[in-house]
Structures are given as structure tokens and as C-alpha cells.
């Protein structure tokens, strides 16, 4: 089915505008979750910019002494000889002023007690101040630094709790996160490479790890683990002195509540979707106190498959969960880290989460205004359409029907000119296409008139005159017996009538053999077989259609008003062929020796005679019925010719002709 113009246009604007509208929905709708998200993560990136900033900061005293205490050589060999009285001695030497003040107050103090300067972030982070302040207390006596000595397997010698106490060997894995049954191969082989790489470092890093293990209350603690290897004289690792310390909750509630969305009376929402949440991974469990509980296994999880996928280096990694809440599932997108990559402890994470609840509301709103802006606009554009195309389609219709009247052979038909645009210019092109095919219609008709219908169409599809050539062409000579005495009474209308009417019917018979004509001369008919075209039985054409010839005469004159008789000459041979004449004038027509023989054995001829010369004869062979004619005595010729008169023709290869 076509559809009209109008409809096509109503369909591409549509298309136009439902194509442009969805775009600029879905662009927004990225630009939209962009913004969100990028929000969200310099939010979260700041808030682990501010924690690993603190973190140093909270530690960085500690991991002063706890070099200094790995480079004392009785340490080193002490730990080489598992002599735990000996290891708490140098231990309590070196740290003997943090035992001190720790027995004196009751509570961590300097080395192990963060500043007041270390409890906001520094420039590097992007917003100073939001992540709130430590309690001012310090840690609590329940979870004050512990230290602990491993040898060069990660097995525990001895460790000290707070009041320089040594504690059992069950205490002390517990707190260290070492195993009872000691590290397995794979963590041996860990701590072991950990060691050597940090014995190899210039600086004298240290290892970070994270772990939960009861503390001295009973109960489990989130603790961060530092790891400082001890090496022999010979610079090898002989084991490393670790202190867990008291893993603070890295600014949760503060991230949250500067994050959490205000509604449009300024208030804050307090909902779990309104604010960033966030929290910290450990061997499958998350800690948090921001997060919900009835999300955090899923959480929990997801972190778990993307790290034993792989994902575990210290870029920042994000992902998009599905959490239902309150018979809810609602988008959320988490961000996380990897805070100790490398590290023989079990990677830990600090995570974030945000709700795209209202991201997607807001994505949604911004879409229906979308829509309803592009339906506005196709309402408008397809009463403009209506409107243009009501001027277009007219004209086009007034084109299509006189495309038709021209198809139909009307060449006078003309369409308005209306506008000068482009529907004008067509207009008017058709016009003078209509006058064009109207003169050229003429054209053809007056050359089919004045030369033959093959000539004409040869000079038609042929660009240029056809050209001069050697062809060999049987030619054909018809005359009529007695015709200026027949004529001599008669009236001018009546001598062309009598050439028309004898001149038509020879022609017909010609066109019927495949002939050309070539010219009439008065009252002979000059005809060509061969010439321009040629059917490889040129002579036997020619000369069925001069037996023809002489019949239809014959039924003329019993049917019609005049009565006289014709004789016929051919001559079968090579001819120079083309269009001669001047340059204003050109007529398609033979020259040479064979035409002039053809014309004087058409003179030569007597009333219903047909002469042929000798390479006609050969070419009908054993098919012609014919009178050797000798020593004829031709004008223009110095020597005597040998003619033939035909009589006649085998009556299938006649029939054969005229089929």
C-alpha cells in the first residue's frame, strides 16, 4: 500500500519529533545518574580520603615505635630463640612510656591517642569537618592497643595486653586473628612474602590489616592490625611485631547525615533512602551502624562475588543492587575499595551505598515533562504540516494528472505555475517537457514520412548520421509501364491520389519482406534489402517481394480505378551505404555499379516483368523459376549483360517470406 504525500509527511515528522524527544529523555536520564553518581562518589571518596588521612595520622606514632622496637637486635634474637620473658622485656623497654601513662590514666593516651588535629581531614579531602569528631574520651579500656609478637611463619610467640601483661597463647590468636591450628599454607606463604617485601623497601613500610577478633571483654571488636617485620643481622625477616588497635566507625553517621536529601520545606529526611550509608567489609560480614540490617547480607554478598572475582585492587569499583526494604526494591548504587590491596590479611573494604529512589523519581518526572513537551510539539508540527502541505499536495496532484495525459499521448496539457519555489520551478519544467515532447513527437512523424520506418529508427537510437560503409545489398527497382501517357489527361489530385494509392501498397509490401525504403523517384520506388539492417537472405526478400509486386498490382487494378502494370529490376551486389547530402539535409541511400544495374534492368523490364542479374540468380539457386536472358544491351554499360526474367519462386519458401 502507498500512503499519499501528506501521510508520508505526517509520519516522518513524528518519527522526527518522537525520535528527538526520546533522545533528550535518555540523555537527560544519563546526565541525570551521571550527576548522581559522581556525587556520590567524590562524597564517598572523600569520606575514605578522610578515614585513610586519620588513619595515619591516628597511627603514625605508633608505627615510629613500633620500628623502632623492630630494629632492636635483642628483639631479633629473642624472637629467633621464641623466648617470650626476653621479647616482653625489650618490648616493655622500648614502649616502656606508653605502659606508664596507660597504667596511670586508665586510657590510651599519647602515642596511641589521636590529636585534636588529626580529627578532621586535611585540604585533600572535599569537605572539611563532615565526617564529625572521635569521642573525646579516646578509646575505651576494653579496647586499647594490644601487642603482639608472630615469628617468621605468622605462628604467635607471645603478646601483651595493656597493662604489659602476657596474655595466653588462645588470647592472643584471637586478638591477632591467627588461627589455633596456626596460619594454613597458603597464609604462611603470604606472610612470609609480605615480610621479604617489606624488608626490601627502602622507606621501611609496614603491612595494614583488618580483622574482627574478641577483645578482652569478650565480645568482637573491629580492629586494624600493624604489621612490622623484624629482621635478623643478616636483613632477614625473623617475625613482626603486630598491634591491633581499635578500628573507629570511619565516620558513618557523619557521612550520612551531611549527605541525607532535604525536602522542599528544608527539613531533613531521616528515611534510610535520603542519605549515603556506609560501612566496612570483612571476610564476608559487613560492619556497619548506617546501614540496615535487613540489607546488609545482601550487600555483604555482592562484595564478597566482586572480590573473588577479582576486583581487589585499591581503585575505587562500583556496582547496582536491588534491595528491598519495607516491601520495597528499590535501586542502589555501591561504591567500595580495597583499603590494604596486598596485604596477607584478608582484604578489607570500606563501602558506601546510596538509594537511586529518588534519582529514579526525579529521572521520571524530568521524562513526563520531556514527553509532554514533544507532544506539544508534534501537535504543532502537524497542524504546520497540514497547513504546507495542503499547498504542496495540490500541485502535485494537478503534475501526476497531466503526467498522465501526456502518458496517454496529450502533449498540449499544462499544469498552473503557481509559486516561484521549487513546486513552481517543477511546474514549469513539465511544461517546457510537455513542448519538448509535443515538437520532438512532431519531429518523428515527419521523419518517419520522409524516410523509411527503419532508416528512421536507425537515427533515432544511433547518435549522429549513420555512416558510409561497404555492405552488400540486393536493390530493387519498381516502375510503372506508361505512366506520362496515362497521366497526360489528367488532373493533379488525381495523378498524386493514383502515386499514394499504388505507392502504399507497394511499401506495405516491402515492410512485409523486411525491405527499405529508400526513395521514390517520380513513379518508381527505389527499395534496399541488406541496407542498413541485413537478415543474411537479402536476395530471396527482394525477390519475393517483387513477385509479390506484380500480384497486388494486379489486384488493384481489379478492384480499383486505374488499371496499369509495373516492371521490376534487381541486382544483388557490394554498395557504398549512408546518409549523403549537405549539411542541412541527409538522405540514407547506396551508391555504386549494382544500383545503376538494378535501375536499367528495371527499365529493361516489360509490363508484370521481373529481371534479375546473375548474383541474384545464384543466390536463389534451385528455388527460382527463371529465363536466361543474353547479351542484353544495358545504358551505360560497354559491355552486354546476362540477365534473368523470374518467373517464379518454390511456394513454401514464398510463404515462407510472407509469414
Not at 620500628?67 to 629467633?80: F, G, S
Not at 624488608?199 to 595494614?208: L, R, S, T
Not at 536529601?261 to 533512602?273: I, L, M
Request: charged letters at 25%.
Amino acid at each position: 500500500m502507498t500512503l499519499p504525500l501528506r501521510a508520508k509527511l505526517i509520519l516522518i515528522m513524528s518519527v522526527v519529533v518522537a525520535g528527538g524527544t526520546v533522545g533528550t529523555a535518555v540523555v537527560t536520564q544519563g546526565y541525570v545518574r551521571q550527576v548522581y553518581q559522581r556525587n556520590f562518589e567524590e562524597d564517598f571518596k572523600a569520606e575514605v580520603r578522610y578515614f585513610t588521612e586519620r588513619q595515619f595520622q591516628r597511627l603514625d606514632d605508633i608505627r615510629k615505635q613500633c620500628r623502632k622496637l623492630a630494629d632492636n637486635d635483642a628483639l631479633a634474637a629473642a624472637i629467633e630463640k621464641t623466648d617470650s620473658t626476653r621479647i616482653r622485656t625489650e618490648v616493655m623497654d622500648e614502649l616502656k612510656e606508653f605502659y606508664d601513662l596507660s597504667l596511670l590514666t586508665g586510657s590510651v593516651l599519647s602515642p596511641f591517642r589521636p590529636s585534636k588535629d588529626s580529627l578532621r581531614p586535611s585540604g585533600n579531602a572535599t569537605r572539611p569537618g563532615t565526617m564529625g569528631k572521635l569521642d573525646g574520651s579516646g578509646l575505651r579500656p576494653n579496647d586499647r592497643p594490644t601487642v603482639g609478637v608472630v615469628d617468621a611463619e605468622g605462628d604467635v610467640i607471645t603478646m601483651l595486653d595493656p597493662d604489659g601483661k602476657i596474655v595466653s597463647i588462645d588470647e592472643a590468636r584471637s586478638v591477632l586473628a591467627r588461627r589455633r591450628d596456626g596460619p594454613n599454607d597458603k597464609q604462611r606463604e603470604l606472610f612470609r612474602a609480605s615480610m621479604k617485601r617489606l624488608a626490601a623497601e627502602v622507606d621501611e613500610k609496614q603491612e595494614i590489616g583488618y580483622t574482627m577478633a574478641k577483645g578482652f571483654d569478650g565480645k568482637q571488636h573491629l580492629r586494624e592490625l600493624i604489621v612490622t617485620p623484624v629482621m635478623s643481622q643478616t636483613h632477614e625477616p625473623v617475625g613482626a611485631v603486630i598491634v591491633a588497635v581499635l578500628t573507629s566507625d570511619l565516620g558513618e553517621r557523619q557521612l550520612q547525615s551531611f549527605s541525607r536529601q532535604t525536602d522542599r520545606t528544608g527539613k531533613k529526611e531521616g528515611h534510610f533512602d535520603q542519605g549515603i550509608a556506609s560501612g566496612f567489609w570483612l571476610e564476608g560480614k559487613l560492619h556497619s551502624e548506617t546501614i540496615h540490617q535487613d540489607v546488609r547480607d545482601v550487600v555483604a554478598q555482592a562484595v564478597t562475588d566482586k572480590l573473588a572475582a577479582g576486583d581487589v585492587g585499591a581503585k575505587f569499583n562500583d556496582l547496582t543492587l536491588n534491595l528491598t526494604l519495607n516491601n520495597e526494591t528499590v535501586p542502589h548504587k555501591l561504591l567500595y575499595r580495597v583499603l590494604n590491596p596486598g596485604s596477607p590479611y584478608p582484604p578489607a573494604c570500606q563501602i558506601a551505598i546510596y538509594s537511586l529512589k529518588k534519582e529514579i523519581a526525579e529521572e521520571r518526572e524530568l521524562q513526563q515533562k520531556i514527553i509532554n513537551i514533544g507532544l506539544f510539539a508534534l501537535a504543532v508540527a502537524l497542524l504546520l504540516i497540514l497547513f504546507i502541505s495542503k499547498g504542496l499536495t495540490k500541485p502535485v496532484h494537478e503534475l501526476v494528472a497531466a503526467t498522465e495525459q501526456v502518458r496517454q499521448g496529450n502533449y498540449d496539457v499544462k499544469v498552473a505555475v503557481r509559486s516561484h519555489d521549487e513546486i513552481g520551478q517543477l511546474a514549469t519544467s513539465f511544461n517546457e517537457m510537455a513542448d519538448g515532447l509535443k515538437l520532438n513527437r512532431k519531429y518523428q512523424r515527419l521523419l518517419s514520412q520522409i524516410a523509411d520506418r527503419m532508416v528512421a529508427e536507425q537515427l533515432i537510437n544511433v547518435e549522429g548520421a549513420l555512416g558510409g560503409e561497404m555492405r552488400e545489398v540486393s536493390v530493387l527497382f519498381c516502375d510503372i509501364r506508361g505512366f506520362t501517357r496515362m497521366t497526360a489527361t489528367m488532373q493533379p489530385p488525381e495523378i498524386i491520389a493514383l502515386l499514394n494509392e499504388h505507392m502504399t501498397a507497394m511499401t506495405a509490401l516491402v515492410h512485409q519482406h523486411g525491405g527499405v525504403v529508400d526513395k521514390f523517384v517520380g513513379d518508381m520506388i527505389m527499395v534496399l534489402f541488406g541496407a542498413p539492417s541485413a537478415f543474411g537472405d537479402d536476395a530471396m526478400r527482394a525477390s519475393q517481394c517483387a513477385l509479390r509486386m506484380v500480384l497486388r498490382r494486379d489486384e488493384l487494378n481489379a478492384t480499383g480505378p486505374w488499371s496499369f502494370q509495373v516492371g521490376i529490376g534487381i541486382a544483388t551486389g557490394t554498395v557504398v551505404a549512408g546518409c549523403m547530402g549537405s549539411e542541412q539535409r541527409l538522405d540514407y541511400t547506396v551508391l555504386g555499379e549494382r544500383v545503376n544495374l538494378a535501375s536499367r534492368l528495371c527499365s529493361q523490364a516489360e509490363s508484370g516483368e521481373v529481371l534479375i542479374d546473375e548474383t541474384t540468380m545464384e543466390k536463389l539457386g534451385i528455388t527460382a523459376s527463371a529465363e536466361r536472358l543474353e547479351n542484353l544491351a544495358l545504358k551505360g554499360f560497354p559491355e552486354t549483360v546476362t540477365a534473368y526474367r523470374l518467373m517464379g519462386l518454390e511456394v513454401h519458401a514464398a510463404d515462407q517470406a510472407e509469414s
